[in-house]
């Protein structure tokens, strides 16, 4: 093709990606670079109801639908027949002009996109199963369509479907958009003259979750050397992280269950360096541009990790049995084992001891009150 936007000038786009939050700020990109494309439609994200926030705050997205689930999809809980037709119903009613799939390899979720009865679809497909093939030679669609790549990292995946269809480039920079309001709730959370790092040891999935005993000896570690550590986690992870809390010998501050993911993206993007498994918040790192060490369990790391290598730190055990299919490991989990508190411990000091530690909010926070930092720590907890 030579230009989509040229070409297909929608004025009603919808955007399938119904995943969890690291999924989402990886997309954050090719949603820019379809606002780029198509400065005048409405851009409609379909996604998981929780993105309904996130939504919210993106520039490249105007209007947010919840999706209901489809048999196959694990992130939702299958629906009802009924509660699909009514689903269909609702996306045929919107009269999209163009729905571009960026869920993933199409392999369930084309033949869903379809009866939506939009003017154009767009998207990725598996080998074989590409419009164009021998089993639709003749599709309309097969030039909007890219065979899903194998390799390579989401992000990037992602953007070499908005380059086949000629969209403008763009940057692979996430977005994760905060606001002053944001910051203010913040503030009652953690002073506003130390510095500190953040130790964040859930994740949704138990078989990307570190031991939470290696997580306590780096927490020492950094506390030895001087940091403040801010323990967080949702409400659910409450159990988890007291136990974290409880092996370390060093004070700590446990924030677990106080925040919400606008004010946990605060307390990162005010964070000197984050710890954490392989999970949403070192997206939320990435885009904040935030240090991080990530233990990396299980995940697959060349599609997963952040691209800047040098200010986030991926560390992981090789394993024949990487990426791991399982949500909880079925051998006694060698890939989390494997990886030794020292190694993560070593990555996090020399992040904060070279100096490429965080040194405040991102260029682009909200102007409010200015939070007077110090580069140096004579406590290990905040007061």
């Known amino acids: 093709m030579t230009s989509a936007s040229g070409a297909l000038a929608p004025r009603r786009v919808a955007v399938f990606r119904a995943l969890m939050l690291g999924d989402m700020l990886v997309a954050t990109p090719a949603l820019r ?31 947010f639908e919840p999706f209901a689930g489809w048999p196959g999809l694990p992130e939702v809980a299958e ?8 689903f269909l119903q609702r996306m045929r009613a919107r009269h999209f002009d163009l729905v571009l799939q960026l869920h993933g390899s199409g392999g369930i979720v084309n033949a869903m996109l379809a009866q939506w009865q939009a003017g154009r679809l767009a998207g990725f497909c598996e080998e074989g199963a590409c419009p164009g093939g021998r089993d639709a030679p003749d599709a309309p669609d097969a030039a909007l369509f890219l065979r899903w790549p194998v390799q390579g990292h989401e992000l990037q995946r992602l953007l070499a479907l908005t380059r086949h269809l000629g969209l403008p480039a763009t940057s692979s920079d996430l977005d994760f958009p905060l606001h002053a309001a944001d910051y203010q709730r913040a503030h009652a959370l953690v002073p506003r003259n130390r510095r500190y790092v953040i130790v964040h040891v859930g994740s949704q999935l138990p078989s990307r979750r570190w031991p939470a005993g290696y997580f306590a000896e780096v927490a020492d570690r950094l506390a030895e050397a001087g940091w403040p550590v801010v323990l967080t986690g949702t409400a659910a992870e409450r159990e988890l992280v007291a ?18 993911l606008w ?11 984050l710890v954490c498994n392989d999970t949403g918040v070192s997206h939320i790192a990435a885009a904040l541009q935030t240090p991080s060490v990530v233990a990396a369990c299980g995940s697959d790391t060349g599609r997963w990790a952040p691209l800047d290598r040098s200010r986030h730190r991926v560390l992981a055990h090789a394993l024949e049995c990487r990426p791991c299919a399982h949500r909880v490991c079925p051998i006694g989990h060698p890939c ?12 996090a000091l020399e992040l904060l001891t070279t100096g490429r530690w965080h040194t405040g909010p991102s260029s682009g926070a909200p102007q409010v009150p200015a939070w007077p930092y110090k580069e140096h720590h004579e406590h290990a907890t905040l007061r």
């Open 33 to 63: 670079a379809v606002r780029a494309a198509w400065p005048q439609a409405e851009i409609t994200l379909v996604g998981l109801p929780w993105a309904e926030a996130l939504a919210d705050r993106l520039d490249s997205i105007d209007r």
């Open 79 to 86: 629906p009802t027949r009924q509660q699909r037709e009514r």
């Open 243 to 260: 136990s974290v809390a409880s092996l370390m010998r060093a004070p700590c501050t446990n924030l677990c269950g106080q925040t919400d």
């Open 263 to 273: 004010t946990l993206g605060v307390l990162i993007d005010s964070a000197a360096l």
């Open 336 to 347: 989390a084992w494997g990886l030794s508190a020292d190694t993560v411990a070593q990555a």
